[in-house]
């Protein structure tokens, strides 16, 4: 069964660095994209980026290239730093494997499983 | 950007009821669409996957239907844990970007 477990900073000052890990229990980072999720009251539930298990990234262009995304596959990890952060930063981050499949010619994906969440609070 | 619209916001309905939640898109997406779940507290649950395809281990009163812009979540008989809130999510493959509908929150009559 896999898991992912997730830590990280619980306060963070405004302009400085959130930084998350994510550390994958049951199954090896190969193969798979990893991804980040921030879930705050004002706007729902929002992608932050993905990164592949050869380094290789995508990000949500409304961060305004604030994040940035690392793997250590000695580890079996990933991270998210999130730089500047401001009030609106304040959320629920989870990680999560991105999981995909071909139908009728087309890719379909999913987000599973899920980290338990790490709730951030930005605030001096 | 894909806008994913949920109907309706809330609902409240009784045990025993069914019910189906409407997921929209503003553009095509063929079958690219998940379910959650969420309670409070805890972390987004997989319920169903490629429209239709029910996750491992979720129980077959939960359906999923549709497929280019209109999707459905149904759940044949509600029981007292189901009384949460779920997402349709998309993941658009390129430009890679994964956006979600902002909720329907079920709750007890």
């Known amino acids: 069964q896999v898991q992912l477990q997730q830590w990280g900073a619980g306060v963070v000052k405004p302009s400085e660095t959130l930084s998350l890990t994510c550390v994958v229990y049951g199954a090896s980072l190969s193969g798979n994209y990893w991804t980040w999720v921030r879930q705050s009251p004002g706007k729902g539930l929002e992608w932050i980026g993905e990164i592949k298990h050869s380094g290789g990234t995508n990000y949500n262009s409304s961060l305004k290239s604030r994040a940035t995304l690392s793997i250590d596959t000695s580890k079996n990890q990933f991270s998210l730093n999130l730089t500047s952060v401001t009030a609106a930063d304040t959320a629920v981050y989870f990680c999560?494997?991105?999981?995909?499949?071909?139908?009728?010619?087309?890719?379909?994906?999913?987000?599973?499983?899920w980290g338990q969440g790490t709730p951030v609070t930005v605030s001096s | 950007d894909i806008v994913m619209t949920q109907s309706p916001a809330t609902l409240s309905v009784s045990p025993g009821e069914r019910v189906t939640l409407s997921c929209r898109t503003s553009q095509t997406i063929g079958s690219n669409l998940a379910w959650y779940q969420q309670k409070p507290g805890q972390a987004p649950r997989l319920l169903i996957y490629?429209?239709?395809s029910r996750a491992t281990g979720v129980p077959a009163r939960f359906s999923g239907s549709g497929s280019g812009t209109d999707f459905a979540l149904t759940i044949s008989s509600l029981r007292t844990e189901d009384f949460a809130v779920y997402y349709c999510?998309?993941?658009?493959?390129?430009?890679?970007?994964?956006?979600f509908g902002q909720g329907t929150k079920l709750e007890i009559k």
């Open positions: 999510h998309q993941y658009n493959n390129w430009p890679r970007l994964a956006t």
């Open positions: 999560a494997r991105v999981s995909f499949e071909t139908s009728g010619g087309r890719l379909n994906f999913w987000f599973d499983p």
């Open positions: 490629g429209a239709s």
